[in-house]
């Protein structure tokens, strides 16, 4: 058990790690939209991998059936979070959303009564 929360904790660690990498290259507009949904998905598949092989392992055996099982919840898990990611808008989309910064020492218009 001991061995699991280690494998766990490190496998955390290193998703946490690519997670931060990917978002500031993204961030930074050094990779595409896609390949940090694909990045990011992948991180956190791979954190939940150690417990679910463990989990699985427990209830239905280190045979095939067991490893099946844990490939399919981790797969499920990638997809849903790649295809949630994609929707979201992109970097670029969600600053253009924003209204107009104007300068602290020029007049501000007063805003719409519409």
Request: glycine share 8%; net charge positive; hydrophobic share 50%.
């Amino acid at each position: 058990m001991l061995e699991v929360f280690l494998v766990q904790l490190l496998a955390a660690a290193l998703g946490a790690a690519s997670t931060a990498s990917a978002d500031r290259l993204y961030h930074s507009g050094r990779i595409s939209k896609g390949l940090h949904s694909f990045w990011v998905s992948a991180a956190i598949a791979v954190i939940c991998l150690p417990v679910l092989a463990w989990i699985s392992g427990v209830f239905l055996g280190s045979g095939v059936l067991g490893q099946l099982v844990a490939g399919l919840v981790v797969g499920s898990i990638f997809m849903w979070l790649y295809r949630s990611l994609r929707k979201l808008p992109s970097v670029q989309n969600s600053e253009s959303c924003l209204p107009p910064r104007h300068p602290s020492s020029g007049p501000i218009p007063p805003a719409s009564k519409a």
